[in-house]
């Protein structure tokens, strides 16, 4: 999800129901991994904020497990 700003990408933060929409999982899923520091996560003050780039690089990664 990335918006071309010039020749420079710049990528479009996310919230939690997208990433849980995006990786299948329930966004109680999303907040457990959250609370256990499995997924990279932002705080915008009470809400949480992701960039997908990161999710997917976890996921490659095979740092994400249930």
Partial sequence: MNIEE????IEKWVNLEDVADYLS???DTIRAWIKDEKIPFYKAGK???FKISEIDDYVRGGKITE
């Fill in 6 to 9: 010039g020749n420079t990408p």
């Fill in 47 to 49: 809400r949480y904020k």
């Fill in 25 to 27: 999982v329930s966004k």
